[in-house]
Nanobody, 124 residues
Framework: QVPLVESGGGSVQAGGSLRLSCAAS????????MGWFRQAPGKEREGVAT???????AYADSVSGRFTISRDLAKNTLYLQMISLKAEDTAMYYC??????????????????WGQGTQVTVSS
């Protein structure tokens, strides 16, 4: 088991901002590949952003320019800064890791370990 605990979700109006956090524990190297995903009711899970071991990032077209994935290696915490939020960003957001190093990881990668999720609700 790799505990991943998301936080920072909430309800905001369209145009607002939120920062999600994902606190990781139970493993040694904090620069493993990681990603943020989301799933809205009745929809399939989609990759939002990923980050490689050296910080290379990938974003879904729908969030590019509005969302930023980053991490604090000392705190072993992954972040997702979200600005200019839209109603269509409403979803449960999950962080994930696979306990491996990578240069870049695709948005459709099937990570092994997942958090419980944090809800983001954007009202228009």
């Amino acid at each position: 088991q790799v505990p991943l605990v998301e936080s920072g979700g909430g309800s905001v109006q369209a145009g607002g901002s939120l920062r999600l956090s994902c606190a990781a524990s139970g493993y040694t190297y904090s620069n493993y590949c990681m990603g943020w995903f989301r799933q809205a009711p009745g929809k399939e899970r989609e990759g939002v952003a990923t980050i490689g071991s050296r910080g290379r990032t990938a974003y879904a077209d729908s969030v590019s320019g509005r969302f930023t994935i980053s991490r604090d290696l000392a705190k072993n915490t992954l972040y997702l800064q979200m600005i200019s939020l839209k109603a269509e960003d409403t979803a449960m957001y999950y962080c994930a890791t696979d306990l491996r190093f990578c240069t870049v990881i695709p948005l459709n990668y099937d990570f092994r370990y997942w958090g419980q999720g944090t809800q983001v609700t954007v009202s228009s």
